[in-house]
């Protein structure tokens, strides 16, 4: 079965991945900048529905190459989502375009046995092959790919060369414009499960922008329940018919 995992950043997205029944929510805040590590409320809130909860700790936006401070911080932040309820984390970091082997250790060892993704800081490795059997034999639960493009379903051949490579022992899930227009497609190439985050704007009360990267509509983004029930609907019934 290909498995959805939903990104949620809000309340309302909760909600709505409890009431559709989906597989797994990936839980930050910030989405719009690639999401940002959520607060502890937050991944209470989701803890509380029932739907497993996979935590992105990032401790900013930009990069994913972090000084010891910044490491030290996410190690911290992976240890308190379990504490407030996460099932799992998702997480990444580099070094010099490989994967901060010592970072991945100390993140698996934090997790204390909940499953680690590794998020699309992988896309920015320099060779994929040799990235995806370094994070198996750390421990590493899932990766989290694109297959290196800007969208998964620009990169299927790779897809299904990672899940080739990855016999089982590590699961592969494709994110990056994973639309109810295209998941048929993207599923076909085996992967474990897709990561969505079908979302839509809600138009806000306008007012004093605040933030340099705010406009002044007063927007935001949340979960379109119609577009995450036909995300689910597709691959619910193409397994059916397997």
């Given at each position: 079965m290909t498995a959805l995992e939903l990104a949620v950043q809000d309340a309302?997205?909760?909600?709505?991945?409890?009431?559709?029944?989906?597989?797994?929510?990936?839980?930050?805040?910030?989405?719009?900048?690639?999401?940002?590590?959520?607060?502890?409320?937050?991944?209470?809130?989701?803890?509380?529905?029932g739907i497993p909860t996979h935590v992105l700790v990032r401790p900013r936006a930009g990069d994913f190459e972090y000084d010891d401070a910044e490491r030290a911080v996410i190690v911290d932040d992976v240890r308190r989502a379990c504490l407030h309820g996460a099932t799992g984390v998702v997480v990444g970091g580099l070094r010099d375009g490989r994967v901060d082997e010592a970072l991945m250790s100390r993140i698996v060892a934090a997790a204390d046995g909940a499953p680690?993704?590794?998020?699309?800081?992988?896309?920015?490795?320099?060779?994929?092959?040799?990235?995806?059997?370094?994070?198996?034999?750390?421990?590493?639960?899932?990766?989290?790919?694109?297959?290196?493009?800007?969208?998964?379903?620009?990169?299927?051949?790779?897809?299904?060369?990672?899940?080739?490579?990855?016999?089982?022992?590590?699961?592969?899930?494709?994110?990056?414009?994973?639309r109810s227009d295209n998941v048929e497609r993207i599923a076909a190439t085996g992967v474990d499960a897709v990561h969505a985050s079908a979302k839509r704007t809600v138009t806000g009360r306008p007012g004093v922008a605040l933030?340099?990267?705010?406009?002044?509509?007063?927007?935001?983004?949340?979960?379109?329940?119609?577009?995450?029930r036909r995300l689910l609907g597709i691959l619910r019934s193409t397994e059916e018919a397997r």
């Open positions: 309302a997205g909760i909600r709505v991945a409890a009431e559709l029944g989906v597989d797994r929510i990936e839980l930050c805040s910030a989405l719009s900048l690639g999401g940002l590590t959520p607060s502890a409320g937050l991944i209470a809130a989701a803890a509380d529905s680690v993704t590794f998020h699309r800081a992988f896309d920015n490795l320099s060779d994929l092959d040799a990235g995806l059997d370094r994070l198996t034999a750390l421990g590493v639960t899932r990766v989290l790919t694109s297959g290196g493009a800007a969208r998964a379903e620009e990169a299927l051949p790779v897809l299904a060369r990672l899940v080739s490579r990855a016999d089982h022992d590590i699961e592969i899930m494709a994110g990056s414009g994973v933030g340099s990267a705010a406009t002044d509509g007063g927007g935001y983004e949340t979960v379109d329940a119609d577009e995450a």
